[in-house]
């Protein structure tokens, strides 16, 4: 047995026991530690790692690296905390179901659709439970079963992820593109995250018509259960804050940073956060507020990014035992891996080997050190199986477990729910992708 072969059964060895731990909840950013205190040492008496490599690429680039990411993912979560602060987000919502009226389907509908929207700039854990206590009660009032509005909620965050700027910096980052691949931007990407994002927010609607279609009409009491503490509407010119992020990105050509930034400012000062009368906070206090909040709930993020940009850093040198011993294995066909990816969705479960926001980076390296695929299309494989299976119906997602316990819903039966209308949105993907990039 060849040097390369045993030290690959080792790896794998190890890569199984890391999936088996984050399938029994273990801690994903501790895995990443321990996933690298196994392999330096295995890359290292390889040949792969050298003291230069180790000290430098492993140890202060990678983690250092995520730097200009870290800002945006900071300023898309200091966004979601304006938008809860001023009230913006509660208003949109409350508009849409006083346009929807007593029609429970046409009100799940419309909720799923502005979701989908504000997801689409809006950033998170502390935005998603935010708006989640004002969309959810409300469809709950209508006579909607709990494990549908969970998982039409979910699945509406899940949705406008795809185009989501903060989420591509976030997997930019943690698969080290910013420093191998500095040309692959967001402006590239986006025109398939749009994509993704229409796909599955048609399929919500269609999963909203087959499990509600027949229900009958029942009058709704949401103003009742929505909130402990009634939140003026914000001004109707204030809306279109939460959109303007994406509008400036792709039809104005912004950079991120000065999108997100407009947005902000344009929500404090039309809400009117600069003199401190009326009752509202001067607007010092207000961006004080809103950036530590935000900057609290994009605090475990980054912690998380830094460790996995040094273990992603170790599986990149790593890669070259898969390459020699599993080469020959891994499909080199882009139609024969978006047939693996769309009918293998289900690995991407509890964080598994197709989800790039859980064990997924250590795949992903292995096949883009191949040099067979392009990067868009390998990244959006692994980014739109990882939105459909860790973000939208996965319990491993902690504003997903929120979700669950805040509606009294099992994770069985929301996974029952929300996984099956999201693996048919993966398989559209993976074709739609195959069409457009492959």
């Not at 909720?111 to 708006?131: H, R």
């Not at 891996?337 to 479960?349: D, N, Q, R, S, Y």
Request: glycine letters at 10%.
């Amino acid at each position: 047995m060849s040097m390369e072969v045993l030290f690959t059964i080792i790896l794998l060895i190890s890569y199984l026991v890391f999936v088996a731990y984050i399938m029994k909840g273990g801690n994903l950013l501790m895995g990443f530690i321990l996933m690298s205190v196994v392999w330096i040492p295995i890359g290292v008496i390889g040949g792969q790692i050298d003291w230069a490599t180790f000290n430098g690429t492993i140890m202060q680039t990678a983690p250092s690296n995520i730097g200009t990411n870290v800002v945006l993912i900071f300023v898309g979560s200091w966004l979601g905390q304006v938008m809860l602060k001023t009230g913006i987000a509660s208003t949109i919502i409350r508009k849409a179901v006083e346009l929807g009226g007593d029609k429970p389907l046409f009100t799940a509908i419309l909720l799923s659709i502005l979701t989908t929207l504000i997801f689409c700039s809006v950033y998170g854990a502390g935005a998603v439970i935010g708006i989640g206590i004002i969309v959810m009660p409300i469809m709950l009032s209508l006579g909607i079963p709990k494990a549908v509005v969970t998982a039409s909620y979910i699945m509406s965050v899940g949705a406008g992820m795809y185009s989501n700027a903060v989420i591509f910096a976030e997997k930019q980052a943690a698969l080290l593109l910013n420093e191998t691949n500095p040309e692959y931007t967001y402006q590239i990407y986006q025109k398939v995250g749009v994509v993704g994002t229409v796909v599955q927010l048609i399929i919500i609607i269609m999963m909203l018509i087959v499990m509600l279609g027949r229900k009958k009409k029942v009058s709704h009491a949401w103003a009742v259960s929505t909130a402990q503490t009634p939140q003026k509407d914000a001004p109707l010119y204030a809306l279109i804050a939460p959109f303007m992020p994406v509008v400036l990105i792709i039809l104005f050509k912004w950079n991120a940073i000065p999108a997100f930034l407009a947005a902000i400012f344009y929500a404090l000062f039309t809400c009117g956060y600069v003199t401190g009368k009326n009752g509202k906070e001067s607007l010092s206090v207000a961006i004080s507020k809103t950036l530590n909040d935000g900057i609290m709930d994009a605090a475990p993020l980054i912690g998380f990014l830094f460790f996995q940009g040094i273990f992603t850093a170790t599986a990149n040198c790593d890669a070259f035992f898969f390459q020699q011993t599993l080469g020959g294995i891994i499909p080199t066909s882009t139609l024969v891996l978006a047939i693996v990816f769309a009918v293998l969705t289900p690995l991407g479960l509890f964080r598994g080997p197709l989800s790039v926001f859980g064990v997924g980076p250590v795949l992903f390296a292995v096949i883009n050190g191949l040099g067979v695929f392009e990067l868009p299309f390998l990244f959006a494989l692994f980014q739109f199986t990882g939105i459909a299976t860790t973000i939208s119906s996965c319990v491993t997602q902690s504003w997903t477990i929120w979700a669950v316990n805040y509606n009294k819903v099992t994770p069985r039966d929301f996974m029952v729910t929300a996984f099956p209308w999201c693996w048919v949105v993966n398989i559209i993907n993976c074709g739609i992708l195959y069409v457009m990039l492959g």
